[in-house]
């Protein structure tokens, strides 16, 4: 039983891994578990035939073409999206009854509220990364499995790995519609923030490129 468990949670780690990180090799899983090479193979093909990873052959280098591994559809679906099935139902009901200005409405007041609550949480920070820090506090809370990443050039990315509403932003694109206009908002004219990954239109994520003007 102990090993068994012990599969389990490595399993686990392995596809928060996936999902956090993007495709990854065989050995750069093994190495980000401390795991030898033939070990994670073994969790990957019992992933595998449980059609949670899905691998691709990479035959660039030289020698030996390297499996590039990654989630599939299913094991997505292992991460939540808050009352998906409800919240999608809800999103249909208003458009049918009330009709699609009725559903403004209801998307205006959820941007109202949410730059309510992230313009308190964020009030006290003085600096970018202080403001950055709490945001990501924040969507992480919220679920979203946020990330700050300092890049090469000194700009931030804003990584958000997961969406908890992915079912509801699927039926009706303003539920994540504010949130450009939102950071930007929150982060000051000082900054220039792009959305440079997006998950609706094919991305592994959401993410926000956040950059400090000269000057």
């Known amino acids: 039983m102990p090993n068994l468990i012990a ?14 990180r993007g495709r990854q090799t065989t050995r750069n899983l093994a190495d980000a578990l401390d795991i030898s ?13 449980d059609a949670l990873v899905q691998s691709q052959s990479n035959a660039s280098g030289v ?5 590039i591994w990654s989630l599939t559809d299913r094991a997505r679906e292992r991460f939540p999206d808050t009352h998906a099935e409800l919240t999608v139902t809800l999103i249909e009901s208003i458009r049918r009854s009330l009709g699609e200005a009725a559903l ?13 609550h992230y313009g308190a949480a964020l009030s006290g ?14 969507r ?5 499995m946020a990330e700050l990443i300092r890049a090469p050039d000194r700009s931030w990315l804003l990584a958000e790995n ?13 539920f994540c519609r504010h949130e ?3 950071f930007r908002e929150l982060l000051g004219p000082q900054v220039v923030v792009e959305r440079v990954e997006y998950l609706l239109t094919g991305g592994r994520r959401c993410a926000y490129q956040i950059t400090p003007v000269d000057g």
């Open 104 to 116: 403004e409405t209801v998307i205006a007041e959820r941007e109202v509220a949410s730059r309510r």
């Open 125 to 138: 920070a003085k600096s970018l990364r202080g403001k950055l820090t709490r945001l990501v506090l924040l």
């Open 63 to 67: 020698g030996r073409p390297a499996l």
């Open 7 to 20: 599969a389990e949670r490595t399993a686990d780690r392995l596809l928060l891994i996936l999902k956090t």
């Open 180 to 182: 450009l206009e939102l």
């Open 140 to 144: 992480t809370a919220e679920g979203y």
């Open 37 to 49: 090479v033939p070990g994670i193979q073994q969790q990957l093909n019992r992933l595998e035939a």
């Open 162 to 174: 997961h969406c908890p509403i992915c079912a509801a932003a699927r039926s009706c694109q303003g």
